[in-house]
């Protein structure tokens, strides 16, 4: 039996000895707890849902940030019911600070960015220039055109030489040094797709291959081509996918993989077949699944009232999907951290 059986067994909250006693002997059972609870204790993983399509993995010491847009900053046109390319960018300087200072672990070993689209990459300069951590090795994964936007908002020249462009098929061991050692985690980089709506279209597609103007509007921080990421904890610890930026993925260049959690983007989908259902089969009905881009993206992030702003349907579809599966859907909550099993 696997780690994402266990995890199946762990989530349910079903009799370790019993569930895993069908499949084997009781010492079987118990060896199989055991090395669960060694992997649990070894990582103490967690994720914290920072809105949007925005997370932090902590674990071991380490965090990860990925598409951390914490403004959250008006971006519908008159009647509110439809994006408004151009809106000027707003980024709530206020609220990013305290939330890097009174939420977040700490500063980030590695930012992750899917694409760059303004709900995603727009706070992300003010994160990497902190002056707080100002002395932190801060890595950047991202498309090229991505950073071309960095470097357009005024990303600093330090964090910039940090920076690693990737375009997906990418594996990477951090931190860096011999293959002999046993890396702290690795990040694997997938090509993805970005949501389609009605109409098969998306706001602000295109791509750069040059530095821009400083970007004014929603409309000039372009998509650039998504990307996904599965973060895995130590050698061959936890496997957490983010399939998180957008509703779409591109199927034949993450089939095959076994992620234990998949943070899955599960709305603004409308104009994508069966999206749920073909990602839990590509990737063998992973037992943890985790809801990502659910919200209004709208409201102050650390207001009392913020989790009025997620799309319960989204989530309830999602259930009905993973569910039958033999999978199981946390729902995460506004900056409360999630304990990984």
């Known amino acids: 039996m696997g780690r994402r059986r266990l995890l199946r067994g762990a989530v349910a909250g079903a009799a370790l000895g019993v569930g895993l006693g069908a499949a084997g002997t009781p010492a079987q059972a118990q060896e199989r707890a055991a090395d669960r609870r060694r992997r649990r204790s070894a990582h103490g993983a967690q994720l914290r849902w920072l809105g949007v399509a925005g997370w932090e993995l902590s674990f071991s010491g380490h965090s990860i940030l990925v598409d951390p847009y914490l403004s959250r900053q008006e971006y519908t046109g008159p009647g509110g019911s439809t994006i408004d390319p151009d809106t000027l960018l707003a980024p709530d300087t206020g609220t990013v600070e305290t939330v890097a200072r009174d939420h977040l672990t700490g500063a980030p070993d590695l930012v992750l960015v899917t694409h760059g689209h303004w709900d995603h990459l727009l706070d992300v300069p003010q994160l990497l220039d902190r002056p707080a951590w100002r ?184 259930r009905e999907i993973v569910e039958p599966l033999g999978g199981t859907v946390l729902e995460p909550r506004h900056l409360v951290p999630l304990t990984l099993p």
């Open 135 to 318: 002395d932190a090795t801060i890595r950047t994964l991202c498309g090229e055109t991505p950073l071309h936007l960095l470097r357009a908002l005024g990303v600093g020249r330090r964090r910039l030489d940090r920076c690693i462009t990737v375009t997906g098929g990418e594996y990477l061991r951090f931190p860096e040094g011999p293959t002999s050692r046993p890396p702290a985690w690795t990040v694997q980089v997938f090509r993805s797709l970005h949501s389609r709506l009605p109409g098969y279209g998306f706001v602000a597609p295109g791509h750069l291959v040059t530095t821009p103007e400083r970007p004014r509007t929603i409309k000039d921080l372009v998509e650039g081509g998504s990307l996904a990421y599965q973060v895995t904890v130590g050698a061959d610890g936890l496997r957490v996918m983010f399939l998180s930026g957008t509703a779409d993925f591109a199927e034949r260049e993450v089939a095959g993989e076994r992620p234990d959690v998949l943070v899955l983007g599960c709305s603004g989908n409308a104009g994508v077949h069966r999206h749920a259902e073909r990602v839990m089969a590509a990737l063998g009905n992973p037992p943890l699944v985790v809801p990502s881009h659910h919200d209004t993206m709208l409201g102050k992030l650390t207001s009392a009232d913020i989790g009025s702003t997620v799309d319960t349907a989204a989530v309830r579809r999602l």
